[in-house]
């Protein structure tokens, strides 16, 4: 079972820039594809992208997508959501999330496509 850890959240200006990452525990991360999501205060958890196990694939929730940037390095067991513009209603934890890459391709585009799950960052977004 991989183990997932967030990590780069904090406090940040409007129209600012933050990278997260997230460490994976185990040698077969490059098999999982892998996702990031984030809740608000009183709100449900929502999608935000998604990247396949190659790297071949991405996916953004429309609301990021042309300022979020999903990546990943294989070789560090680790993903990557580079996110610019940020804006406060933004303000959440963001969390990543892992599931079995089907094929090279695939890329988990709901929550329920995911198996396993990191705690989380807070990304505080100030106007």
């Known amino acids: 079972q991989v183990q997932l850890v967030e990590s780069g959240g904090g406090l940040v200006q409007a129209g600012g820039s933050l990278r997260l990452s997230c460490a994976a525990s185990?040698?077969?991360?490059?098999?999982?594809?892998m996702g990031w999501l984030r809740q608000a205060p009183g709100k449900e958890r929502e999608f935000v992208a998604a990247?396949?196990?190659?790297?071949?694939?991405?996916y953004y929730a429309d609301s990021v997508k042309g300022r979020f940037t999903v990546s990943r390095d294989n070789a560090k067991n680790t993903v990557y959501l580079q996110m610019s513009s940020l804006k406060p209603e933004e303000t959440a934890v963001y969390c990543c999330?892992?599931?079995?890459?089907?094929?090279?391709?695939?890329?988990?585009?709901?929550?329920?496509?995911?198996?396993?799950w990191g705690s989380g960052t807070q990304v505080t977004v100030s106007s």
């Open positions: 990247i396949s196990w190659s790297g071949i694939s991405t």
């Open positions: 185990e040698g077969t991360f490059s098999t999982y594809a």
């Open positions: 999330a892992a599931t079995y890459g089907v094929n090279s391709y695939y890329t988990g585009k709901t929550q329920s496509e995911y198996y396993y």
